[in-house]
């Protein structure tokens, strides 16, 4: 089993930045993909950004490509979503996600491919 705890949401005004951050822990070895998702109410859980473990390769939904970028750092199993110059649409409840296989390097945006999940952190970004 693998736990996630996500931490760094806030609410900030739109052009501001915030960090996430989302701290592995348990059998972290079987994690090849990391992610964050985003939610709102009523809508389906879509993919933001993920980072292949494998060589660092990443993935970025289009409507972040250029403002959001996303790191591991190893050492404490974290991975982090640092997002710029947001937008009152990047409003959403942000969820960290994990998971154990990978297609070649891609870790794929299909949320119920994902095996773990965090409780996700509350971004709200005020025009």
């Known amino acids: 089993q693998v736990q996630l705890v996500e931490s760094g949401g806030g609410s900030v005004q739109a052009g501001g930045s915030l960090r996430l951050s989302c701290a592995a822990s348990g059998y972290t070895a079987s994690v090849v993909c990391m992610a964050w998702f985003r939610q709102d109410p009523g809508k389906e859980r879509e993919a933001v950004a993920y980072?292949?473990?494998?060589?660092?390769?990443?993935y970025f939904a289009d409507s972040v490509k250029g403002r959001f970028t996303i790191s591991r750092d190893n050492a404490k199993n974290t991975v982090y979503l640092q997002m710029n110059s947001l937008k009152p649409e990047d409003t959403a409840m942000y969820y960290c996600?994990?998971?154990?296989?990978?297609?070649?390097?891609?870790?794929?945006?299909?949320?119920?491919?994902?095996?773990?999940w965090g409780q996700g952190t509350q971004v709200t970004v005020s025009s």
């Open positions: 996600a994990a998971r154990r296989y990978a297609v070649g390097r891609s870790c794929g945006i299909w949320y119920r491919a994902y095996n773990y």
């Open positions: 980072i292949y473990t494998g060589d660092a390769s990443t």
